[in-house]
């Protein structure tokens, strides 16, 4: 399975932090933003990766993260010209995906708790159709919203509808096979003028292939789409990480544990770090067992 980043926009609902840079370059509590979605595919066992962002901001993530080797992946990287919506990826991403299944997952999206691994390894290893991941929100107006029949089946998805049937909103993390980019080809764009990942979505269940993975009370998702939610995620990363010294979105950490880089590597990252706590961390994984 390929895996792709997207993370691109212009990110104008972070103005004016994100006049210069990318949203997802921007730190959440001790790391930037896209450490996240990184660890996200790591975790789920993806070691190729496609990052897509604007012809501004590729560059820094080329420099931020060059060819994935120094973590043992392989990372490519694309431009997209002008945002046309989540679909557009499939479509960019053509060639990089070839004949594969893809997981996609948004640049700005964090997601945390206990089990996540083991389902991430279980939606990677889909021979066909599609998982995408609901979780209950308070405000399910702002996001692509999850309709259920009776019997608690996903029957239809809605773009932020103005009166949602549900209160489970669609995360940025999406498992497809191959027919996704014929899917992404197919569709028209919205009155928006954009590709919706929900038109994917709903020819998936149109097809009886799509599965709807719900988000129980012990996972945590975050799309940071703007301040308010970019400090939340901070200070639940701060928190989690404080209390219970084990870091979140560590890639270096993540690395390892999969046995993608060797002990002698990790530390050579920590030495890199050594004066700050993240660096200090790569150390204290070093010599852990678990």
Known sequence: MKGIIL???LGTRMYPSTLVCSKQILSVYDKPLIYYSLSTLML????QILIISTPRDLKIFEELF?????????????VQNFPRGIAEAFIIGDEFIDKQSVCLVLGDNIFYGH???????????????????????SNPFDFGVVEFDSLGNAIGIEEKPKQPKSNYAVSGLYFYDNGVVDIAKSIKPSKRGELEITCVNNIYLSQKKMKVELLG???????TGNHRAMLEAANFVEAVQTRQDLYIGCI????FRKGLITRDVLLGHAQKMKS???GRYL???ADTKL
């Not at 060059?66 to 694309?78: A, F, H, P, R």
């Not at 009370?217 to 799309?223: A, E, I, N, P, S």
Request: with cysteine; glycine share 16%; hydrophobic share 40%.
């Open 7 to 9: 993370a691109g926009g």
């Open 44 to 47: 789920a066992g993806i070691t």
């Open 66 to 78: 060059g060819d994935g080797s120094q973590i043992g992946i392989s990372l490519s990287y694309v």
């Open 115 to 137: 089990g996540f691994p083991k389902i991430l390894m279980n939606a990677a290893k889909q021979k066909s159709g599609a998982t995408i991941f609901g979780c209950h929100v």
């Open 217 to 223: 009370r012990g996972l945590t998702w975050f799309d």
């Open 252 to 255: 270096e950490e993540v690395a």
């Open 276 to 278: 700050t706590e993240y």
């Open 283 to 285: 150390y204290k994984i």
